[in-house]
């Protein structure tokens, strides 16, 4: 029997454009002579390092990994990309959402959000991110991917935001 | 306004605040459809169909009929939701010369429908712009409405893609298109075929194809084939930092034959690669070349 992976919830363009997006902690990267980029990613058991896996990055995703350093914003890095590649709003707004989401969904990049703006559907679809983050956390322990101190602090972490997200309430329309 | 836009696409011109962009969009021959949204919502829809050569339309096709048609539409689909429709001011207004029918009405949103026949061009047109809860009527006839271009005097159509902007005869319509972001292929058609595709990312592509001819054989969409009947890359011959070919098609028992030119080029400036390709009659193939000339990046 297969298993469909659960997808997690979307973000909001609106909210992702004001989002600055970061590399995962311990995922590295060396750079060759032509400036590609290749990402270092360690492959844990537990908190042990078992291996590391490599993965080639291409000319455009190299240039744009470099811009990916938890101070530049997703709106930022688009302008940049608007200059550097020649194209417009619209195209560097989906290429690099593509790209972000491929990294996001390989847990290779994490994506720092803007507070939700309260009484709006972004308090909802916040509830929903975290909830689902508690699942992939819990699966992760499960699987003994993170110590259980490690998971108690991201589960307690996650909870204190949910009940604060609830008071600031559901939208009302 | 400053932060406009211009959107030129399927024989209509009109403006938009930046940001905005096209959604969905449909027709080419004998219809058209364009919808435009914010980030958050639909905000304009505009349609327009051919009608009779005379210029008139048929009864049920009257400016007022289709406002009034879709409105009555709208209500029917807000019902099931038990939500009202009211008609707020119905009025004349101008668009592009034509005198318009309008109707300002709220329902979900409040809207603004309006259509018009435009003779010249023998096209009746509707239109709907749905307005912000803080968004004000008169802002809105003020850059939207006198922005829409519906006939020109040239004897081309400007089409404008991802800040790409090019002319095609008035006489080629949107046959197929793939609008995929940053590669979109588009198909037109007349008497002969032109087929325009580009790809961004050129310089960054090209370092790891290494020449335009490898790329050539790996990344023109087989549809482009398919619209010129074939494009057999290893003719294709260098010339002056372009790629080219030039070749008869020969049509059939009856002896005829056809053109089939193809220009591939990478433009270092816009950092892009166009591909161009034609099939049709020897004497209209000049027409490749002037889409060529035509082609310019205005960036949002």
């Keep these: 029997m297969f298993f469909k992976k659960q997808k997690p919830p979307a973000i909001s363009p609106e909210r992702l454009y004001r989002s600055t997006p970061v590399a995962t902690p311990g995922v590295e990267y060396e750079e060759d002579s032509k400036g590609m980029v290749t990402l270092i990613i360690p492959i844990k058991e537990g908190d042990k390092v078992v291996r590391k896996m490599k993965i080639k990055l291409d000319a455009i995703g190299s240039k744009v990994w470099k811009k990916i350093d938890g101070k530049t914003s997703f709106n930022e890095i688009c302008q940049w990309m608007k200059s550097e590649f020649l194209i417009t709003d619209k195209e560097a707004e989906v290429s690099l959402s593509m790209f972000i989401k491929m990294l996001a969904d390989r847990r290779l990049v994490l994506l720092i959000l803007p507070p939700p703006k309260p009484g709006t559907e972004e308090v909802q679809e916040e509830l929903e991110r975290l909830r689902f983050e508690i699942k992939e956390l819990e699966k992760a322990y499960r699987k003994k991917r993170i110590d259980e101190k490690t998971y108690k602090e991201a589960r307690a972490s996650y909870e204190e935001a949910i009940k604060e997200l609830e008071k600031i309430g559901r939208p009302s329309g | ?300």
């Design chain 2, 1 to 300: 306004m400053e932060n406009l836009e211009r959107v030129c696409w399927l024989e209509v011109e009109l403006q938009h605040p930046k940001g905005w962009s096209m959604t969905a969009e449909g027709g080419g021959t004998t219809s058209g459809y364009l919808k435009i949204d914010s980030r958050t919502r639909t905000k304009i829809e505009l349609k327009w169909n051919k009608i009779s050569a005379k210029g008139e339309a048929k009864i049920g096709l009257q400016p007022p009929v289709l406002v009034n048609r879709f409105i009555e539409e709208q209500e029917r689909r807000l019902k099931k939701r038990k939500l009202k429709v009211e008609v707020l001011e119905k009025s004349s207004i101008e668009v592009c010369g034509h005198k318009a029918y309008s109707v300002r009405w709220r329902g979900e949103v409040e809207t603004l429908s309006f259509s018009w026949i435009c003779r010249e061009e023998f096209k009746i047109f509707l239109a709907n712009y749905y307005l912000e809860p803080n968004e004000k009527l008169e802002d809105v006839e003020t850059w939207f409405v006198p922005s829409i271009i519906c006939h020109t005097p040239e004897s081309y159509w400007r089409y404008r893609l991802f800040g790409v902007e090019f002319k095609i005869p008035k006489e080629y319509k949107l046959h197929y298109r793939k609008l995929a972001i940053g590669k979109p292929l588009m198909v037109f058609k007349n008497n002969a075929t032109l087929a325009i595709y580009w790809s961004y990312f050129a310089r960054e592509i090209l370092s790891n194809y290494g020449s335009l001819f490898q790329w050539s054989k790996k990344e023109i969409p087989g549809e482009f084939d398919k619209a010129i009947r074939g494009l057999n890359r290893d003719k294709l011959k260098l010339e002056e930092e372009r790629l080219s070919l030039e070749e008869k098609v020969h049509t059939g028992f009856s002896g005829g034959s056809l053109l089939k030119k193809v220009i591939i080029w990478h433009d270092s400036n816009l950092n892009k690669i166009f591909v161009l390709g034609y099939l049709g009659p020897k004497e209209n193939s000049e027409l490749l070349d002037n889409i060529r000339k035509s082609i310019v990046f205005k960036p949002d």
